[in-house]
C-alpha cells in the first residue's frame, strides 16, 4: 500500500506493508478517506518522523461503516487512565498515530478498535479528518471553565484556532478572534467569532504558540482570567511578572479525553454534523495522495490561503 513518509529528509509516497502495532488487542483495518495534514506534521517533518504521517483522518471499514479514528491510544491501566484522564496517559505518548507510531497518511491502517468513533450519517467521509481537530478545541473549551458572562478571545486563526471558535459557539459562548491574515479572520467570521477586539476577556487562549501570542494573551486577560494554551511552543517562551500580579491561571490543554463526561471526539463528530460550515470554513484545499509533497508545501504557506489541507487516497 502506499504511504506518506520522509525519505533522505523529502515527503514521498511510499509502498509499504502494513502492520499490527504493539498495543492492538483488537485490530481493525481502516480505508483512510481523508486525512489532513496538522501545523504539528511540518514541526514532525522537519524533526524527522519515523513512522508514517498523519493523526488527523478518518476511514471506512470493510463493513461499511465510516468512522474517525481517535489516535492517542490510552492504555486504560495506568493510574491517570483509572482516574478518566486517558489524554494523559502514561504511556500516551509512544502509541500516538502519526506521532510515533503508523499514521493515516495511507491507504490503509490498523489500529484497535476502541479508537474508532463512528461517523454520524450527516458526515461525509471525505471530512471525517476534522473530527479530530475540532476535538482539540472541544478540549479547550472545556479546560476554559469560562464563567457565566465571560467573553473568550482566540488568538491564532489556523485550524486549532477555528476549531476552537466553533466548539466555543457550540458551548454558547461569545467568542473574538485574533488572526493574521484575512482569509482566516473570514473563516473566522463564518464561525460565528467577533471580529472587533475588547481590551479584556475572562478566557484568553492561545492557539498560536508564539511568544507574540502568549505576550498578546497576557496583556488581554482579565485579573483572576485564565489563559488556556492549546499551542504546542516549539521553542522556549518567557512570562514576566504580570500574570503573577493578576493571579491570572496558566492552563494547559492537552489533546482530548472524556472531560468525566462523554468523550471529547464524539462530542466534535456530533458537532462536525450540526454545523456543516465548519468543514467549508476549515477545508480549503484537497488533495490526492500521490500529490502529498505539494500538500505538504501549500499546508505550510498560510499566508497563500492555506487553512487546512486534506489528503484524500
Known amino acids: 500500500m502506499r504511504a506518506v513518509r520522509l525519505v533522505d529528509g523529502d515527503i514521498t509516497v511510499c509502498d509499504v506493508e502494513p502492520s499490527v502495532p ?7 483495518t481502516v480505508r483512510v478517506t481523508s486525512c489532513s495534514i496538522c501545523g504539528s506534521d511540518l514541526h514532525l517533518r522537519d524533526l524527522g518522523l519515523a513512522c508514517t504521517f498523519g493523526h488527523e483522518f478518518g476511514g ?13 491510544a490510552w492504555c486504560g491501566t495506568c493510574d491517570r487512565c483509572r482516574a478518566g484522564e486517558t489524554q494523559l496517559c ?12 503508523d499514521g493515516g497518511l495511507a491507504d490503509e491502517v490498523i489500529v484497535d478498535r476502541r479508537s474508532l468513533v463512528p461517523l454520524p450519517a450527516a458526515i461525509d467521509a471525505s ?3 476534522l473530527v479530530e481537530p475540532l476535538a482539540v478545541g472541544t478540549r479547550a473549551v472545556h ?9 473568550v478571545l482566540v488568538i491564532g486563526g489556523g485550524s486549532i484556532g477555528l476549531a476552537v471558535v466553533a466548539a466555543a459557539r457550540s458551548s454558547r459562548l461569545e467568542v473574538d478572534l485574533a488572526a493574521r491574515h484575512p482569509h482566516q479572520r473570514a473563516a473566522g467570521e463564518l464561525l460565528g467569532a467577533g471580529a472587533h477586539l475588547g481590551d479584556e476577556y475572562g478566557v484568553v487562549i492561545d492557539a498560536a504558540g508564539t511568544q507574540r501570542s502568549l505576550d498578546d494573551a497576557v496583556t488581554r486577560v482579565r485579573p483572576g482570567g485564565a489563559i488556556v494554551v492549546v499551542a504546542t511552543y516549539w521553542e522556549p517562551v518567557t512570562i514576566g511578572t504580570e500574570l503573577l500580579s493578576t493571579e491570572v491561571r496558566v492552563v494547559p490543554s492537552a ?15 456530533a458537532l462536525l454534523a450540526d454545523r456543516p460550515e465548519v468543514a467549508d470554513a476549515l477545508v480549503h484545499h484537497r488533495f490526492a495522495l500521490d500529490d502529498a509533497p505539494e500538500a505538504f508545501r501549500v499546508a505550510g504557506d498560510r499566508a497563500a490561503g492555506a ?3 486534506v489528503l484524500e487516497p
Do not use: C, W
Not at 502514561?90 to 507510531?101: D, M, Q
Open 255 to 269: 489533546m482530548y479525553g472524556h472531560d468525566h463526561g462523554p468523550s471529547e471526539f464524539e462530542v466534535a463528530a
Open 143 to 151: 479546560q476554559a471553565a469560562a464563567e457565566p458572562g465571560d467573553r
Open 127 to 129: 471530512v471525517g479528518a
Open 60 to 72: 471506512v471499514l470493510d463493513d461499511g461503516t465510516s468512522v474517525a479514528v481517535q489516535p492517542n
Open 307 to 309: 487553512i487546512k489541507v
Open 90 to 101: 502514561r504511556t500516551g505518548g509512544s502509541r500516538l498515530h502519526g506521532v510515533t507510531l
Open 22 to 28: 504493539d498495543y492492538v488487542q483488537d485490530p481493525v
